[in-house]
């Protein structure tokens, strides 16, 4: 495995991260297609034995559960808590980033992992009910006592993060140093301005749904896995731009039979060449995660990023929430 310094945190995180929305109670109003307690320690024992230390969730995943599982199993395995950099998020739950609302819901989340310190606590999405100093003084306070280490963002709009960014900095309050938003071959918006922001502030990029769903782990765009046939939100983000992303599909296939590789190292392996710190892989099965895992060795070639990249078509927003 190789490691990285989120932000300048000082903060060490495998160049993969294990995705914790993958693991949890299955629920109809969720995911059906999430892992049980006792497949959730396998996969975060083989993760582990693989050199990963970095998992994120969130306290909304699997309403909650995905954080129990994730504490539970890390307690079973018996690993030493400054062995492994834990992230969650705050924002749908009651209160959204109001003061009060984060202070409440970083103990529940503590409380479910079974630590008394979060390495990465990250704002779900972007409040527009909350003034941003008060969500950023909130945040800070939790960092200023001991809860929290490092602060982080998920998607939003560009202008929205750089103002965050710009009140932390006015009031002496901890700025975020990680960025998770929406980023994978499919979908580049964060280029035109989110990714800039981001390098102005020396923000480790650490994007969801790197592989899109799975959309860029095989030819076609559906499959017969639990996933593939029943995650409605898989389809709201990735359905309407179908008719271009599958010639994108088709490229990554392309390069990976170039070097006799799976398309999700491609994949993976153009995210490193974007400067992406730990894309975040949401595996369910053991040989998926292997295979992410290996795609840290793979390099392309600049004729390479340009032969994926360059039918890239605009695509209409997902991820950051528009106003009401």
Same mark, same amino acid.
């Given at each position: 495995?190789?490691?990285?310094?989120?932000?300048?945190?000082?903060?060490?995180?495998?160049?993969?991260?294990?995705?914790?929305?993958?693991?949890?109670?299955?629920?109809?109003?969720?995911?059906?297609?999430?892992?049980?307690?006792?497949?959730?320690?396998?996969?975060?024992?083989?993760?582990?034995?693989?050199?990963?230390?970095?998992?994120?969730?969130?306290?909304?995943?699997?309403?909650?559960?995905?954080?129990?599982?994730?504490?539970?199993?890390?307690?079973?395995?018996?690993?030493?808590?400054?062995?492994?950099?834990?992230?969650?998020?705050?924002?749908?739950?009651?209160?959204?980033?109001?003061?009060?609302?984060?202070?409440?819901?970083?103990?529940?989340?503590?409380?479910?992992?079974?630590?008394?310190?979060?390495?990465?606590?990250?704002?779900?999405?972007?409040?527009?009910?909350?003034?941003?100093?008060?969500?950023?003084?909130?945040?800070?306070?939790?960092?200023?006592?001991?809860?929290?280490?490092?602060?982080?963002?998920?998607?939003?709009?560009?202008?929205?993060?750089?103002?965050?960014?710009?009140?932390?900095?006015?009031?002496?309050?901890?700025?975020?140093? !990680? #960025?998770? +938003?929406?980023?994978?071959?499919?979908? =580049?918006? $964060? %280029?035109?301005?989110?990714?800039?922001?981001?390098?102005?502030?020396?923000?480790?990029?650490?994007?969801?749904?790197?592989?899109?769903?799975?959309?860029?782990?095989?030819?076609?765009?559906?499959?017969?896995?639990?996933?593939?046939?029943?995650?409605?939100?898989?389809?709201?983000?990735?359905?309407? !731009? #179908?008719? +271009?992303?599958?010639?994108?599909?088709? =490229?990554? $296939? %392309?390069?990976?039979?170039?070097?006799?590789?799976?398309?999700?190292?491609?994949?993976?392996?153009?995210?490193?060449?974007?400067?992406?710190?730990?894309?975040?892989?949401?595996?369910?099965?053991?040989?998926?995660?292997?295979?992410?895992?290996?795609?840290?060795?793979?390099?392309?070639?600049?004729?390479?990023?340009?032969?994926?990249?360059?039918?890239?078509? =605009?695509?209409?927003?997902?991820?950051?929430?528009?106003?009401?």
């Amino acid at each position: 495995m190789k490691y990285t310094e989120l932000g300048k945190t000082g903060i060490k995180v495998s160049r993969i991260c294990v995705g914790g929305m993958s693991f949890g109670k299955a629920a109809e109003d969720f995911h059906l297609w999430t892992l049980d307690q006792e497949k959730t320690t396998a996969m975060l024992a083989h993760a582990l034995d693989l050199g990963v230390n970095f998992i994120d969730t969130a306290n909304c995943y699997s309403h909650g559960t995905s954080e129990l599982y994730i504490g539970h199993a890390l307690k079973e395995l018996q690993v030493a808590r400054d062995q492994v950099v834990l992230a969650s998020k705050v924002y749908f739950n009651e209160g959204k980033l109001k003061k009060e609302a984060v202070l409440r819901e970083i103990d529940k989340t503590l409380q479910r992992l079974g630590t008394d310190c979060l390495d990465l606590y990250q704002i779900h999405r972007f409040d527009y009910d909350t003034p941003v100093e008060e969500t950023m003084e909130a945040l800070d306070s939790l960092v200023k006592s001991g809860k929290v280490r490092a602060l982080g963002a998920s998607a939003m709009y560009g202008y929205q993060f750089h103002n965050m960014q710009i009140a932390a900095e006015k009031n002496g309050w901890t700025q975020f140093s !990680a #960025m998770q +938003n929406h980023y994978n071959l499919m979908y =580049r918006e $964060d %280029e035109r301005e989110m990714i800039p922001i981001c390098r102005q502030y020396g923000v480790s990029l650490i994007p969801y749904s790197p592989l899109a769903g799975g959309h860029l782990t095989h030819r076609g765009w559906t499959t017969e896995s639990k996933r593939s046939q029943t995650d409605q939100t898989l389809r709201k983000k990735y359905d309407q !731009a #179908m008719e +271009n992303d599958l010639l994108i599909i088709d =490229r990554v $296939d %392309e390069i990976a039979k170039k070097y006799n590789i799976s398309m999700s190292q491609v994949a993976l392996a153009w995210l490193w060449e974007k400067g992406v710190a730990a894309p975040i892989v949401g595996a369910t099965s053991v040989p998926h995660f292997d295979d992410a895992v290996k795609a840290v060795d793979v390099s392309l070639s600049r004729e390479d990023i340009v032969y994926l990249e360059e039918i890239y078509e =605009r695509h209409k927003i997902v991820g950051a929430l528009p106003e009401e």
